[in-house]
């Protein structure tokens, strides 16, 4: 439900990335309506997309958005300890700014059309990334 999609969200964006020195400063009650606006709107700009199959779209914009995460799981996988704060930020940033030209720029200079596959693809990018970054960062 959205109201549990809400409580996960504020709790996340509290506990995880609000440190804990300006935590008394955060109110929770104004972040979780701020996540309710967030999510009302990404609501809403789904709507607007004229699409007949809306999983499909969650899906491609999910297999955007998790590659991230899946990545960084990857990493505690193979036992990488601590990994720059700075270059999971900076490496996510860039995989999310640079994997959506470079699908369009491949399947417009190809015959192949991209799927669900976009996840590894973006995965891939960002273990690139970040390992690139994690050097440079030491």
Do not use: W
Request: with cysteine; glycine share 4%; hydrophobic share 50%.
């Amino acid at each position: 439900s959205s109201d549990g999609v809400i409580t996960t969200l504020t709790t996340s964006f509290y506990r995880d990335l609000v440190p804990e020195k300006l935590r008394v400063k955060f109110n929770i009650k104004y972040i979780h309506g701020t996540m309710a606006v967030i999510l009302l709107s990404q609501l809403l700009i789904l709507a607007t997309i004229n699409s007949t199959s809306m999983i499909g779209v969650i899906l491609k914009v999910s297999s955007y958005i998790y590659a991230p995460l899946i990545a960084i799981f990857t990493l505690y996988l193979i036992n990488i300890p601590k990994p720059p704060k700075m270059a999971l930020s900076l490496s996510t940033v860039i995989t999310l700014a640079c994997s959506y030209p470079l699908v369009m720029m491949i399947e417009s200079n190809s015959n192949y059309k991209f799927g669900l596959e976009v996840l590894a693809f973006n995965t891939g990018i960002f273990l690139i990334i970040f390992s690139v970054l994690r050097k440079g960062l030491k």
